[in-house]
């Protein structure tokens, strides 16, 4: 991460990024306080997987990992989602990092939507394994795997769209993968 090599449209692009993932972390379905041991659990489901994606898309490494993600956060303490902070800035990560792996790649509609599935994949199973580390009551993990599953299946739809249409702005600075996808 070089500071001296941002220019204005970068930092223009950063924050529209950040603002952007920030919006649709906020539009969501939530369940409100749902308790448990830990205090009140505010499940939620929205697109803000999409907006990694773009994120990822536009900017490249490292600014398309770290602006989604601190616009997730942000999302998070605004909607009073506590729990789900330190769970959003692994995974979310992970997510970012998978696709900026992988989405340079996608050049037809099987590969999108392997691609953003795969991504939704990682949410599932990681978010499964925090859920139950964190919050120990399987009711609420319950809902909560619904909410996630449901948003899964809805940013795999969307995130194939963008991942096909949207170009990948930044190609230099998209992570290489070693091994072809064909």
């Known amino acids: ?25 906020i539009l969501r379905v939530q369940v409100d306080a749902t308790t448990s041991a830990i205090g009140a659990m505010n499940s939620y489901a ?9 994120s990822v898309m536009a900017l490249g490494s490292p600014w398309g990992i770290v602006a989604p993600v601190v616009g997730i956060v942000i999302g998070d303490i605004v909607m009073g989602s506590k729990n789900f902070i330190i769970g959003n800035i692994i995974i979310r990560s992970l997510m970012a990092l998978f ?30 394994v925090y859920d139950f580390v964190i919050i120990r009551e399987f009711a609420i993990v319950g809902i909560t795997l619904l909410l996630q599953l449901a948003q899964a299946v809805v940013c795999t739809l ?11 702005m930044e190609p230099d600075k998209m992570l290489d993968i070693r091994r072809t996808l064909s």
């Open 1 to 25: 991460m070089n500071w001296k090599n941002i220019d204005q449209r970068q930092v223009i692009t950063i924050l529209l990024c950040t603002v952007g993932t920030f919006i649709l972390s």
């Open 46 to 54: 929205s697109l803000q997987d999409v907006g990694i994606i773009a």
């Open 99 to 128: 696709a900026l792996a992988f989405s340079a790649k996608v050049d037809n509609w099987k590969k999108s939507f392997v691609v953003a599935g795969l991504m939704e994949g990682i949410m599932l199973v990681l978010f499964l």
């Open 158 to 168: 969307v995130g194939a769209v963008v991942l096909r249409y949207m170009p990948v």
